[in-house]
């Protein structure tokens, strides 16, 4: 598609995410009319549709911007960032139909296809097609569902620009214990996008078992206090693959995550929740192995349903003699507050700064970003499919 049609087109989405409603809802039943207006069976085998788009202004001070993440903004003024579009369909209690893709200005990517089972014997799920990876905890979420605006340092430098998606195939066992605990392994695809640390864009051709990139993991979560309103979780994953200087060199990725959220009793949506992720990566290449690491911790409050501030604390390392991030040796470290209003469900607003300290060019620069989110869901359920991923 031409820049041109595509700069019309994006435009036309974006209206179109605040306009569809109309087109999909149900007439209201009557004022007087205690029941609810049915849902006939052509609507009900429809999916859920969510339209989310992203819109910023990025202001930069002493440097440029050096974002990891696909859609994060990479200059100075306006930028369109994407248009998510997320489809979800459950098939009864069997399966899980999801599908997401991003719209933006270089181009369509899709996110996510896949099939989950729901009722398997034995608590067991399988999910097969390209996802997002169990991997921490921040990977699995939808940008619509993520705290701040930005991706996290790590996740880019670990997997790619979009985190860790690809194709692949998951086997999940939730064990019948009183709390919540998953058990999960996965194949997927050491070439393509999420493959940073792996083939990466490598045309490699699959010979052998080994060319796939292996995940295994695990998550747990509690419930505690009065009510249950204090949740805590913790996981832990290994990704383990080869990398582009042959396939007897291999890439391992260690990767933990825990948080704590608490909300308050009789006080409407206030919620406090902390969460932190470490990744460290070790790299063979000829003649050495390479070690680096990289996570973050990260604070949000919600004082009330509408407003929110969050700071979160970014580090990454870097090593002597790494091709895959060969201007990236020194330590950056990257600290972000942020203030976030919700004046109307489908629209946030959220006001960041930074200081961005090291990195690829060894600089210290600041930036302040206004990003602007709206959109609609529409459907059988009216399930907002663009944030899920929570906790």
């Not at 609810?36 to 992203?54: E, F, G």
């Not at 991997?135 to 979009?162: D, H, I």
């Not at 704590?260 to 006080?267: G, I, Q, S």
């Amino acid at each position: 598609m031409s820049r041109p049609a595509r700069s019309l087109l994006l435009p036309c989405l974006a209206v179109l995410a605040l306009l569809a409603p109309a087109a999909w809802a149900e007439t209201p039943p009557e004022a007087n009319d205690p029941k609810p207006a049915p849902i006939s069976k052509a609507v009900a085998w429809l999916p859920d549709l969510t339209l989310l788009t992203h819109f910023g202004v990025m202001g930069v001070f002493n440097g440029t911007p050096l974002p990891t993440g696909q859609f994060d903004l990479a200059r100075n003024g306006f930028g369109f960032q994407q248009l998510e579009v997320a489809l979800d369909r459950d098939l009864g209690a069997f399966a899980r139909l999801s599908v997401d893709l991003s719209v933006a200005e270089s181009g369509f990517f899709l996110n996510e296809a896949s099939a989950e089972t729901l009722s398997l014997p034995g608590r067991i799920h399988v999910r097969a097609g390209r996802f997002r990876s169990r991997v921490g905890y921040a990977n699995a979420r939808r940008p619509g569902a993520q705290e701040f605006v930005e991706q996290p340092l790590a996740l880019g430098k670990m997997f790619g620009p979009r985190g860790h998606l690809n194709l692949g195939a998951e086997l999940r066992w939730s064990v019948p214990v009183p709390f919540r605990f998953d058990l999960y392994g996965a194949a997927m695809a050491a070439t393509g996008p999420g493959a940073r640390s792996f083939y990466g864009n490598e045309d490699i051709e699959i010979q052998h078992p080994r060319d796939f990139a292996y995940q295994l993991g695990f998550k747990m979560g509690f419930d505690l206090g009065d009510g249950k309103r204090t949740h805590l979780g913790f996981g832990f994953d290994a990704v383990l693959g080869p990398n582009a200087h042959g396939r007897k060199s291999g890439t391992d990725i260690y990767a933990v995550g825990a948080f704590v959220e608490h909300a308050l009793k009789n006080v409407d949506g206030f919620k406090l929740a902390l969460e932190t992720e470490w990744f460290i990566r070790r790299r063979q290449v000829p003649g050495s192995v390479l070690q680096d690491a990289g996570g973050w911790l990260e604070l949000g409050l919600h004082v009330t349903p509408q407003w929110s501030v969050g700071a979160r604390y970014e580090l990454t390392t870097g090593v002597e003699g790494d091709d895959l991030d060969a201007a990236d040796r020194e330590l950056r470290q990257r600290p972000t507050l942020q203030v976030g209003w919700r004046p109307l469900p489908w629209g946030r607003i959220r006001v960041s700064g930074y200081m961005d300290v090291g990195g690829p060019n060894a600089e210290t620069h600041y930036g302040v970003l206004l990003h602007l989110e709206a959109g609609t869901t529409m459907g059988p359920t009216m399930g907002l499919g663009a944030v899920r991923g929570a906790r």
